[in-house]
């Protein structure tokens, strides 16, 4: 349902990725934390690589991207991006 509402798209769109170190972009960030939420309630970010490790994440997220980039830090970068940005407004937009 995110890929077919385009979620990730909208959300690359509005909020542009400033660092090109990996392929993490803020809508996948995004999509990848719902996948967490579904399977892994009130877990902490630090335990997002322990999630994907033994999950397809290519397949679930795009090509090129694995585990070890779904870290903390790429987490709290995207997150602090759409908190300056104001979520209520990213998400009210549309």
Same mark, same amino acid.
């Given at each position: 349902m995110f890929?077919?509402?385009?979620?990730?798209?909208?959300?690359? +769109?509005?909020? !542009? =990725?400033?660092?090109c170190h990996h392929p993490i972009t803020r809508g996948t960030a995004v999509k990848a934390l719902s996948l967490n939420g579904l399977g892994y309630n009130e877990g902490r970010l630090s335990l997002?690589?322990?999630?994907? +490790?033994?999950?397809?994440?290519?397949?679930?997220?795009? =090509?090129?991207? =694995? !585990?070890? &980039?779904?870290? +903390? &830090?790429?987490?709290g970068e995207r997150l602090g991006a759409i908190t300056a940005y104001g979520p209520t407004r990213l998400f009210t937009l549309r």
């Open positions: 890929d077919t509402l385009e979620i990730g798209q909208y959300i690359d +769109e509005v909020i !542009p =990725k400033s660092r997002m690589p322990n999630f994907f +490790e033994d999950r397809a994440t290519e397949r679930l997220l795009g =090509k090129g991207i =694995k !585990p070890e &980039y779904l870290h +903390e &830090y790429v987490f």
